[in-house]
């Protein structure tokens, strides 16, 4: 198995160590992981140079180089090309793994319709559920649910895997064979929105998107994109997901209103309006 870790523009905190570090090293503490391949995008020079010496002391560390100019998904893809692995594990860098989840996420992939994408549970630092999973199938109106944050179903301790929607691609597993076959993420997607699409994909092609509550990680770091990234990525699902007439009418203007529906959520809560 091979985890590939897209290490974008990290800084280091208080301490002079970042989540990232942390991240990496539980990963390597997985029995089931057997190669870790770190993405160096976008990062300052004493980043980059700390990723080649933490490389140079571990024999199943690659890290590999991705152009700033590339988008997170297209970074992810430039990992998966480089790894060698039978699965992918995709983790974010700021996402902790909690000891057993990899195999949790194996064994819940076991026997599932291909192509299979399996999703853990990601946490806070207080230890607060955070979205990972949506219910039901993706459609068009799926980016109204995302752009205003509406709750999926929460899972519960001891809840076996579950069918769902889509997974979070901070916490994702899948066979390699299953990635390629889908053409991995969309390259297209400036934000994290393509682990939805790559998830509707799955479902399309007549496979299963499962999560597994048991399978956790705590993240550190949970960055909100700029609302125009978020515009530009949930437009993007909304137009590649419309299959019915409605659904096109709304992908047509799907990009002023949710620019407008995600202006008026951050007026709601307080914050003001940016330029970008």
């Known amino acids: ?18 989540p990232l570090d942390l991240c990496l090293r539980s990963a390597l503490a997985e029995e089931w992981i057997d190669e870790l391949v770190i993405v160096d995008h976008d990062n300052p020079e004493d980043i980059s140079s700390t990723l080649r010496a933490f490389e140079a002391d571990r024999r199943d560390v ?44 194996a064994a819940a992939g076991g026997g599932a319709q291909q192509p299979w994408i399996v999703g853990g549970r990601l946490l806070d630092l207080e ?6 999973a949506r219910a039901g199938s993706l459609n068009a109106f799926s980016a109204i649910a995302v752009a205003v944050e509406w709750p999926a179903r929460p899972s519960r301790k001891g809840e076996d895997a579950t ?13 390699r064979g299953d ?15 393509a682990d939805l699409d790559l998830c509707r994909r799955a479902a399309l092609a007549g496979g299963s998107v499962l999560f597994q509550p048991e399978a956790s990680g705590v993240q550190f770091e949970y960055a909100q994109a700029r609302r125009s990234r ?16 409605i659904e096109k009418a709304f992908a047509r203007v799907a990009g002023p209103a949710l ?12 914050r003001p309006p940016t330029r970008r």
Do not use: C
């Not at 230890?127 to 990972?132: F, H, P, S, T």
């Open 1 to 18: 198995m091979s985890a590939i870790v897209v290490a974008h523009k990290v800084r280091a905190n208080a301490s002079g160590r970042a």
């Open 62 to 105: 690659r890290v590999v180089q991705a152009d700033q100019s590339l988008s997170l998904a297209a970074a992810a893809n430039v990992g998966a090309a480089e790894a060698i692995g039978r699965w992918f594990l995709f983790l974010n860098a700021d996402v902790v793994l909690q000891r057993g989840a990899v195999a949790r996420l």
């Open 127 to 132: 230890g607060r559920e955070r979205q990972a």
């Open 163 to 175: 069918k769902v929607g889509a997974v979070s691609g901070a916490l994702m597993l899948m066979p």
């Open 179 to 193: 990635f390629n076959e889908l053409n991995g993420f969309d390259e297209q997607f400036d934000t994290d929105y």
């Open 230 to 245: 978020k515009v530009q990525g949930l437009t993007r699902f909304a137009v590649k997901s419309a299959k019915t007439p």
């Open 259 to 270: 620019a407008t529906l995600l202006t008026l959520k951050d007026l709601i809560a307080g």
